[in-house]
């Protein structure tokens, strides 16, 4: 089946720094991804839609200064989180999908810890 | 806006028991209805899914039905294993949304004891 990566899978960084995650599709082309935020015993937030060439869709209340994505091809996304705070600490997962169609065709990376100190 | 609301684990059981894990849901309409499962270390997959009103979806002896009268997607499992061990996520795909977007429930870790 599709397989994404995340890489790193866990991050420990100081306040105020940056901070980059990567998320690739292996073996196809993702013409969308997406950026999802999970906190301790809580669902899945999506933060922000990301096309290849394109500006990403951010949800609402999701700064886009703050959690950078960039698209820059068919098979990586980056989310940046600029000068990173405690309360960024949490688990962020990507997903891919290779066409635009139906979300089933959503395939998820195995996701980034990040604790800020 | 929509919701996915799921039972809080974790749920422990002995291996070849019953599974449910409750999955209720907000929508507008007549969203699509999905359960994930996160093995350790590894991304979310998609176990089953149902489009529409009395659909079953059902992979790996893992069932759900969708049922709009009690905008329920219970899962069911006759006879769980240790390797069913994992956390599951009930989610929703509705018309009104853009794209692909999904709402997720919170997940529901599950512990499967030989």
């Known amino acids: 089946g599709a397989v994404v990566s995340q890489h790193p899978s866990r991050v420990i960084c100081k306040s105020g720094t940056s901070v980059k995650i990567e998320c690739r599709s292996l073996?196809?082309?993702?013409?969308?991804m997406f950026w999802y935020r999970q906190f301790p015993k809580q669902s899945l937030m999506l933060m922000a839609t990301s096309n290849e060439g394109s500006k990403a869709t951010y949800e609402q209340g999701v700064e886009k200064d703050k959690f950078l994505i960039n698209h820059a091809s068919l098979t990586l996304s980056t989310l940046t989180v600029t000068s990173a705070h405690p309360e960024d600490s949490s688990f962020y997962i990507c997903s891919a999908s290779p066409v635009v169609s139906g979300p089933e065709t959503q395939y998820f990376g195995p996701g980034t810890r990040l604790l800020v100190l | 806006g929509d919701s996915v609301t799921q039972m809080e684990g974790p749920v422990t059981l002995s291996e070849e028991a019953f599974l449910t894990i409750n999955c209720t849901y907000t929508?507008?309409?007549?969203?699509?209805l999905f359960w994930y499962v996160q093995y350790p270390g590894e991304g979310l997959q998609l176990l089953l899914k149902?489009?529409?009103?009395?659909d079953k979806g059902s992979n790996k002896g893992f069932e759900a039905t969708y049922r709009k009268e009690t905008t329920s997607f219970h899962l069911e499992k006759g006879s769980v294993q240790v390797s069913d061990s994992a956390v599951y996520f009930c989610a929703l795909s509705s018309p009104y949304n853009a794209g692909n977007m999904l709402t997720f429930g919170g997940g529901t870790r599950l512990m499967v004891k030989p």
């Open positions: 073996d196809f082309q993702a013409t969308t």
């Open positions: 929508a507008t309409g007549y969203p699509s």
């Open positions: 149902a489009t529409k009103a009395d």
